[in-house]
């Protein structure tokens, strides 16, 4: 069974200040996506990764993936208010085509 | 293009009565995924369909628990006499294809009383 893990569950950071939030995953995967929450809205789709190495950047937002450690990790450069939410990653392994996702991170950024 | 449209998006049932919920995806999207998410918890895939097809169900309940997507209309998950435990936002995902990112709905988010 595919298990997805998080960390940290919860990080609280002053604005200004880099962090970055780890997703590990059990099995080969074809893909890994990164998702945003606002309470009670819906998920906003980040980033895809697809491939070994792949690197993708939006804004302050830095998404990577090393499928070798099954391990991707989305960076948050200079944090603003803007970016509380809480954030996920999902794996789709195969054709499986069905997401797995970790249980979440609430980033929290205060002024 | 809308996107992916749920109705309704809140649902209130007592207990031992059915909930219906509505899922219609993206214009030209024909396969439909239904995740359920508990309080301060990730989404849980549920079931995968296809026109017509139920492709995948492993994340579905055995029982009170139904989808279909039909050749004509939404895709329809049916909670039959739901229970306190079933509260929860149901998000709604559509594709073109397999393997291809989904789209998120709004979600119905169920209380039940």
């Known amino acids: 069974e595919l298990k997805v893990e998080q960390n940290p569950l919860f990080l609280s950071m002053q604005e200004g200040k880099n962090y970055t939030i780890y997703c590990n995953y059990s099995?080969?995967?074809?893909?890994l996506y990164w998702y945003r929450q606002d309470p009670g809205k819906s998920l906003e789709s980040l980033f895809v990764?697809?491939?070994?190495?792949a690197v993708k950047q939006e804004g302050r937002l830095m998404a990577s993936l090393d499928t070798k450690a099954r391990l991707s990790t989305l960076h948050i450069t200079a944090a603003v208010h803007d970016l509380s939410a809480t954030y996920f990653c999902?794996?789709?392994?195969?054709?499986?085509?069905?997401?797995?996702f970790g249980t979440g991170t609430r980033l929290q950024v205060t002024l | 293009n809308a996107g992916v449209m749920q109705n309704p998006r809140h649902l209130v049932r007592r207990r031992g009565q059915e909930a219906r919920l509505r899922c219609s995806p993206m214009?030209?999207?024909?396969?439909v995924y239904w995740y359920r998410q508990l309080p301060e918890e990730g989404l849980k895939f549920m079931v995968y369909?296809?026109?017509?097809?139920?492709?995948?169900e492993s994340g579905m309940p055995k029982e009170r628990f139904s989808a279909e997507f039909p050749k004509e209309g939404p895709s329809i998950l049916r909670i039959q006499q739901v229970v306190r435990g079933d509260s929860a936002a149901y998000f709604c995902?559509?594709?073109?294809?397999?393997?291809?990112?989904?789209?998120f709905g709004q979600g119905t988010r169920l209380t039940v009383v």
């Open positions: 995902a559509s594709s073109p294809g397999q393997g291809v990112g989904a789209f």
């Open positions: 099995t080969t995967s074809d893909r």
């Open positions: 990764l697809l491939s070994n190495g």
């Open positions: 999902a794996v789709e392994p195969g054709t499986a085509s069905k997401l797995t």
């Open positions: 214009k030209g999207h024909s396969h």
């Open positions: 369909l296809q026109k017509e097809n139920i492709i995948d």
